[in-house]
């Protein structure tokens, strides 16, 4: 169980908008730590997708933003794609364990 | 272009140790934290454990504590991940990453397969 918490699946039609949560706590997230997080495509090597809470690194398309707010962060894909679905999983580091931890998953179907 | 090449794959028997390598290039191997993530069939990532090759500093994810180490070797700018006493439970893919604080792990190695069967 990790301390990150992250819905198992999310689900959405091609074009909407979904949202990913990331919940932690005064250790890791509310202690003001950065989230990055992190895309797994189907038999892929995981890429990073946000990193700084909200930055995309180069190649990421914008419809990725990333968002924090105290102990909780979020994912959000603006005009979801097919090629979207895939894992994917936030990171932050916790003061308690003293080191960076990914949360469960989440995985994204496209209907 | 930053490149991490780890070695390949491997099946071992129940109770045996391996160590697994990761190969950096084309970027400063001492000014980055490399780390250990673990991925079972069908399951998440794991945070292992996670080296910093310019002072040594090394940090254990709580779920690897005492199931092997991490370490480097800066001549040859490669980093390493010891696994002991494997279980059949220790069959997973194994990357290593590059990782900055700010920046997150954004180079990762193709992964290692490690299969532990009798």
Same mark, same amino acid.
């Given at each position: 169980?990790?301390?990150?918490? $992250?819905?198992?699946?999310?689900?959405?039609?091609?074009? $909407?908008?979904?949202?990913?949560? *990331?919940?932690?706590?005064?250790?890791?997230? +509310?202690?003001?730590?950065?989230?990055?997080?992190?895309?797994?495509?189907?038999? &892929?090597?995981?890429?990073?997708? =946000? @990193? +700084?809470?909200?930055?995309?690194?180069? +190649?990421?398309?914008?419809?990725?933003?990333?968002?924090?707010?105290?102990?909780?962060?979020?994912? %959000?894909?603006?005009?979801?794609?097919?090629?979207?679905?895939?894992?994917?999983? *936030?990171?932050?580091?916790?003061?308690?364990?003293? =080191?960076?931890? @990914?949360? /469960?998953?989440?995985?994204?179907?496209?209907? | 272009?930053? $490149?991490?090449?780890?070695?390949?794959?491997?099946?071992?028997?129940?109770?045996?140790?391996?160590?697994?390598? *990761?190969?950096?290039?084309?970027?400063? @191997?001492?000014?980055?934290?490399?780390?250990?993530?673990?991925?079972?069939?069908?399951?998440?990532?794991?945070?292992? /454990?996670?080296?910093?090759?310019?002072?040594?500093?090394?940090?254990?994810?709580?779920?690897?504590? /005492?199931?092997?180490?991490?370490? &480097?070797?800066?001549?040859?700018?490669?980093?390493?991940?010891?696994?002991?006493?494997?279980? %059949?439970?220790?069959? &997973?893919?194994?990357?290593? &990453?590059? @990782?900055?604080?700010?920046?997150?792990?954004?180079?990762?190695?193709? /992964?290692?397969?490690?299969?532990?069967?009798?």
């Amino acid at each position: 169980q990790s301390v990150l918490t $992250q819905p198992p699946s999310v689900s959405g039609a091609p074009g $909407q908008r979904i949202t990913i949560s *990331c919940t932690g706590s005064s250790s890791n997230l +509310g202690a003001d730590y950065d989230v990055h997080w992190y895309q797994q495509l189907p038999g &892929a090597v995981p890429r990073l997708l =946000i @990193f +700084g809470n909200n930055n995309r690194p180069s +190649g990421v398309p914008d419809r990725f933003s990333g968002s924090k707010s105290g102990a909780s962060a979020a994912l %959000a894909i603006n005009g979801l794609q097919p090629e979207d679905e895939a894992g994917y999983y *936030c990171q932050s580091y916790d003061k308690g364990l003293s =080191i960076w931890v @990914f949360g /469960g998953g989440t995985k994204v179907t496209v209907l | 272009e930053a $490149q991490l090449v780890q070695s390949g794959a491997e099946v071992k028997k129940p109770g045996e140790s391996l160590k697994i390598s *990761c190969k950096g290039s084309g970027f400063n @191997f001492n000014t980055y934290w490399i780390g250990w993530v673990r991925q079972r069939p069908g399951k998440g990532l794991e945070s292992l /454990g996670i080296m910093y090759p310019g002072d040594g500093e090394t940090r254990y994810g709580p779920s690897f504590q /005492g199931q092997g180490t991490v370490s &480097a070797d800066n001549s040859i700018t490669t980093a390493y991940l010891q696994l002991n006493s494997l279980k %059949a439970s220790d069959t &997973a893919i194994y990357y290593c &990453a590059r @990782f900055l604080a700010a920046d997150g792990f954004d180079v990762w190695g193709k /992964g290692t397969m490690v299969t532990v069967s009798s």
